[in-house]
């Protein structure tokens, strides 16, 4: 009986092999007479998505095998506030336009640069990240709070999941340069400052999966917000705090707005403040060590 | 928190006729809402309905007619509806359980229409 990519003892030889087996002299002398073909390597690199040890003991097998292992080493990226921040990412790969970014499908941002040399355009980083399905962006742990988010204006088309905490209401101009969005979550979002202007805008996504609304002082501002979406609201799950009395009228709002698609509500009455929802279920990301 | 904030406020739910799904999280001095609310809901594709509640460090004061009108309110829902309701209960940050459920949702608990669960405090 023979044994499969998706038999575990496939897959404990393939790492064994990743591990260990490339430093043997027999492995060597293989892969220097004949290459893997293509598909059979991306069947050996598909069994290892979650090893980012192996694959990266890969990466040290041939240059050939780097383009299927980034494909996995990059698809989480997380930038945190001391390791592994933008900045680093930002010396260690100074042509933006030649990083592996656009392998990553899943961003998360929680600090920005904010030394970088006059002139620097760190648009350019951001736009490089062109393919990512999910972004979530959280300045509040790092210096990110004043930080605009035109840059991340349209970044990446294909993002389906959104996700901004401590933001300001700005953000609605992010929701709607996304064509494709469809999970919405505005976590602790500041007060609306009146001295900025607000016009409706021309285009909006259709927002058809999930909408988590936890705004810092009341539903109002961000309920007419969104209301303004030239193509509707058609969310199929809403979870929304409310922290104020009339708070009820604007869930009401939001409710009807929904009706046609909303099949799961979820309502929450606190002290304002207090609440702060738990993040989506998702893969933990992977922190990749170019520092 | 200030209560007679919220006193006769309530979301409106009636028009959301494809709800399948409903959850309520709120603290157990302040369910006038939740009743309210639950009056008005549509619930033709109601499949599940779950109530979290939470209490303050401090004792607050329970609305007795509040807990009595949820009480048959939620009975009705199992007689008409055959929905059976899942009610969540935070202890205080102690551990403490302020409010005891089965006093205050004496025909619900006696009949057995409920699954209370004790989930941990969010804070």
Known sequence: ?291 | MDVATFRGRFPDLSKAAKLKDLMFLSRACNIHWIVAALKNVEYKNLRQLTIRLETADEPEETDDEDWQDLDRLLVQFWTSYSIRPQLGYAPDSKGRERVRLPDLLPELTKRELVDLVEYSHPA
């Open chain 1, 1 to 291: 009986m023979g044994i499969g990519p998706s038999d575990p003892a496939w897959r404990g030889y393939i790492m064994l092999v990743g591990t260990v087996g490339i430093t043997s002299d027999a492995c060597k002398m293989t892969m220097m007479s004949r290459p893997l073909p293509p598909e059979i390597l991306g069947l050996v690199i598909d069994q290892l998505y979650d090893e980012p040890t192996t694959l990266r003991a890969c990466c040290l097998v041939s240059k050939s095998w780097i383009p299927q292992t980034r494909r996995y080493l990059f698809a989480h990226v997380d930038f945190g506030v001391s390791v592994h921040t933008f900045e680093s990412w930002m010396r260690v790969f100074l042509d933006p336009s030649n990083t592996p970014a656009h392998h990553t499908r899943s961003l998360t941002i929680r600090n920005l640069p904010t030394s970088v040399p006059t002139g620097t355009d760190v648009g350019g980083w951001i736009r490089a990240f062109s393919n990512v399905v999910h972004f979530h962006f959280d300045p509040s742990v790092g210096a990110g709070h004043d930080f605009s988010l035109t840059p991340f204006l349209g970044f990446s088309p294909a993002i389906r999941s959104l996700r901004m905490t401590s933001t300001t209401f700005e953000v609605f101009d992010l929701v709607c340069s996304f064509p494709h969005l469809e999970d919405l979550a505005l976590i602790n979002l500041s007060p609306e400052d009146g001295t900025v202007g607000w016009s409706a805008p021309l285009t909006s996504p259709k927002l058809t999966g999930s909408l988590d609304l936890c705004p810092i002082r009341g539903l109002h501002s961000a309920v007419r917000r969104l209301s303004d979406f030239p193509n509707g609201l058609h969310f199929a799950k809403i979870a929304m705090s409310c922290g104020l009395g009339q708070d009820f009228t604007w869930a009401t709002d939001l409710v009807s707005r929904c009706s046609e698609t909303l099949e799961t509500l979820n309502l929450r009455c606190f002290l304002v403040g207090t609440f702060s929802s738990a993040p989506p279920d998702r893969p933990e990301p992977y922190h990749p060590s170019w520092t």
